[in-house]
């Protein structure tokens, strides 16, 4: 089946080690977007990639970036994780952005910090 | 700022009773809302969807209705099931274009009881 594959299911980092979580879609998807997710709390928007373009909310921290070297695979990389990073990160995507779309999500990476 | 939100944190109802969860947004730009489901562990999973033009639609076991005079989006599950039990959030786009992503609502934690 068609999916959005996010990789590692659970990871642990140590305080101020980088570390990249994974996502790929069998979708053909053009637009991929990674969301933040901190306990009992809504998914908040990072960023997204418009095929190429990357795109940054406003308040997303300088500590986080994003690579996506082809239309299957995005990563996200924290440069130096902080104890509020601990969240569950979430991958997802959509046909072309277009107004109205869905929006098919990963089930997450589970992102522990000691 | 604009937002989208819930009224209830948490909702305990019966197996086998109907349960209605509301959601309030702000933005009366937004033209397309969406329910997700997200169990424990688990990226959001898409329910059903509906645009401004249209006050209710109707799924298996789900319906949507939406009020845009007074800004209010809210789902009704029929004849529950322990299944449904999830957290499910509400969401809204695309007042700036779609492939800016949705905005979450705070989440609803239904809890089915046998």
């Known amino acids: 089946d068609a999916m959005v594959i996010q990789n590692p299911r659970y990871q642990v980092t140590q305080f101020g080690k980088p570390v990249t979580l994974s996502c790929s879609q069998t979708l053909n998807h053009n637009v991929m977007y990674w969301y933040q997710q901190k306990s009992s709390q809504a998914p908040k928007l990072l960023f997204h990639y418009y095929d190429k373009d990357f795109n940054n909310e406003a308040d997303t921290p300088d500590n986080f970036q994003s690579r996506r070297p082809n239309t299957s695979f995005c990563f996200l990389d924290i440069r130096s994780p902080g104890l509020g990073d601990a969240a569950m990160y979430l991958c997802?995507?959509?046909?072309?952005?277009?107004?109205?779309?869905?929006?098919?999500f990963g089930s997450g990476t589970q992102l522990s910090v000691l | 700022g604009e937002s989208v939100g819930l009224h209830l944190p948490t909702l305990s109802v019966q197996e086998g009773d109907n349960s209605i969860i509301n959601c309030a947004y702000s933005?009366?730009?937004?033209?397309?809302f969406i329910w997700y489901k997200q169990e424990s562990g688990k990226g959001p999973q898409f329910i059903i969807d509906?645009?401004?033009?249209?006050d209710k639609r109707q799924g298996q076991r789900v319906t949507v209705l939406l009020n845009k005079t007074v800004k209010h989006l809210s789902l009704q599950i029929a004849a529950t099931q322990p299944g449904d039990s999830a957290v499910y959030f509400c969401a809204e786009c695309c007042a700036g274009g779609g492939a800016d992503g949705l905005t979450f609502g705070k989440g609803t934690h239904l809890i089915i009881q046998p």
């Open positions: 933005n009366s730009a937004s033209d397309y």
């Open positions: 509906i645009r401004s033009n249209m």
């Open positions: 997802a995507t959509s046909r072309d952005g277009s107004a109205g779309e869905k929006l098919f």
